[in-house]
């Protein structure tokens, strides 16, 4: 039976690996700081809780580091030196070149290392057409096994390097949630009354605002940390201003013909816009 330690396993995202990991057979142990929490999440799910984080590690064939993002670093060096030669240690944080060359550094050369970000929060009922970003650092035999448990539960695996990941991510989290946090601090600062809004609204306005109101229902802690820890949110972010910036320039000067340039310029950079209009189109007719 393969032994998994979830370092911060009584959080969310760690209680649902550990219930998936349970379901394939695996022995599941889970940690975390506050003992009381601990031995009710290990009787909730009927795994066991250890308070120590090296001795779970050390026992461990699988060690996961589920802490938020701001912490793994710091779990990390913690934990990793107890992994033993033949284990795997891995994290499930949003930024992966941080906890991932860190994972690399603080063990020998005969322990595993992988990094994992499941693109979902822990709130899904399955993880059926779930999406995974798998970064490989060293070793194979345990992501092999870990990949089959994602495949058998009907997620899709991408593999990245770290940077590769935190790159892309940039955009796909760090610029869209900037994005529309923005645009809900912005109506804030508008005073504008949202459900009087509502009544002036098209199809498309009532989309974005349950997309913004999606975003800020949401943890702050984890979208505040996404943003700060992810060195190329950073970027996107810089590079997201000085386009607006640049757009409204033209639309001061009532320069139409560069902002529709600009527009139909992106429009064949994005590519699939047709597919994206019948995809919201869908959406729009589901919400009526």
Sequence with gaps: MVKVAIIGGYGAMGRLFAKVLKKHGAEVVI?????????????EMGVRYEKDNKKAASEADVVIVSVPIRKSVEVIREVAPAV?????????????????????????GGVEVLGCHPVFGPS???LKGQNFVLCPIRGKKWQR?????????????????PEEHDRVMGVVQGMTHFMLISA?????????RLEESRKFASPVYQLIIDLIGRILEQDP????????????????????????????????????????????????????TKGAFERTQRILKDED
């Excluded at 940690?31 to 009787?43: F, I, L, Q, S, V």
């Excluded at 809900?184 to 504008?192: D, F, I």
């Design 31 to 43: 940690t975390g700081p506050r003992e009381e929490r601990g031995k009710r999440a290990g009787r």
């Design 84 to 108: 033993k030669a033949g284990s795997m240690i891995m994290d499930l944080t949003s930024v992966k070149t941080l906890p991932c060359r860190a994972m690399e550094r603080e063990t020998d």
């Design 124 to 126: 899904v009922e399955s």
């Design 145 to 161: 096994w870990f990949e089959d448990i994602i495949r058998r539960e009907g997620g899709r695996i991408t593999i990245a390097s």
């Design 184 to 192: 809900g601090v912005c109506m804030r600062e508008m005073n504008l």
């Design 221 to 272: 802690n984890l979208y505040s940390e996404i943003q700060i820890y992810n060195i190329e949110a950073k970027k996107a972010r810089e590079k997201y201003m000085e386009i607006a910036r640049e757009l409204e320039v033209l639309l001061s000067r009532g320069d139409k013909r560069g902002f529709i340039g600009e527009m139909v310029s992106a429009a064949k950079h994005f590519g699939d």
